[in-house]
Nanobody, 125 residues
């Protein structure tokens, strides 16, 4: 079992930055692909960014590419999401998720086994 806890959400301004953290416990995440998903009110949960088990490959949704950066520190059992140039449409609950490492990187929520409780990000215009 892997327990995931997100932190760092809150209120940001358009054009500003926020940094989310995901802290894992229970097992080392060094064997897990990790992803950030987000869910806005009335919308389905969607993939935002992901990073493979060794950190060598990162993946982004088109909507966040060039603005968000995902990283990980396996030694600290943490994953991060640096969000720059925030937009009001980035407002959502952000979730950290984990699945066993794979040669293919998955971007659908159903493909992930472990989830955090989510952290709210609200961007004002």
């Amino acid at each position: 079992q892997v327990q995931l806890v997100e932190s760092g959400g809150g209120l940001g301004q358009a054009g500003g930055s926020l940094r989310l953290s995901c802290t894992a416990s229970g097992r080392t995440i060094s064997n897990y692909d990790m992803a950030w998903f987000r869910q806005a009110p009335g919308k389905e949960r969607e993939f935002a960014a992901g990073i493979n088990w060794n950190g060598r490959s990162t993946y982004y949704a088109n909507s966040v590419k060039g603005r968000f950066t995902v990283s990980r520190d396996n030694g600290k059992n943490k994953v991060y999401l640096q969000m720059n140039s925030l937009k009001p449409e980035d407002t959502a609950v952000y979730y950290c998720a984990a699945r066993g490492m794979s040669e293919i990187f998955y971007t659908k929520p159903a493909d992930y086994i472990y989830w955090g409780q989510g952290t709210q990000v609200t961007v004002s215009s």
